[in-house]
């Protein structure tokens, strides 16, 4: 199983969406609330360049920007 991250904030919808979908397919992931982690909000930005949320990291190199259910599936082969 690839090592799934993924940068969130307490009152994003498409963030929620995103970690919902994880659970309904059972796959582990680790959170960062960039909220009150600028440590962890910052590393988003240098990956990313925005600040928008949510930004999942797989396998520590595939980076998707919002929910992109699609996408994570691809990646994910679920």
Known sequence: MK??????????????????FFKANGIEYVEYDVA????????????????????TLIGGKD??????EKALRKLLDI
């Open 36 to 55: 009150t982690d600028v440590q962890k909000r910052q590393e988003m930005v240098k990956v990313t360049g925005q600040l928008g949320v949510p930004v």
């Open 3 to 20: 090592r799934v991250e993924i940068y969130t904030t307490p009152t994003c919808h498409f963030c929620h969406m995103a970690k919902e």
């Open 63 to 68: 980076v998707i920007i919002g929910f992109d």
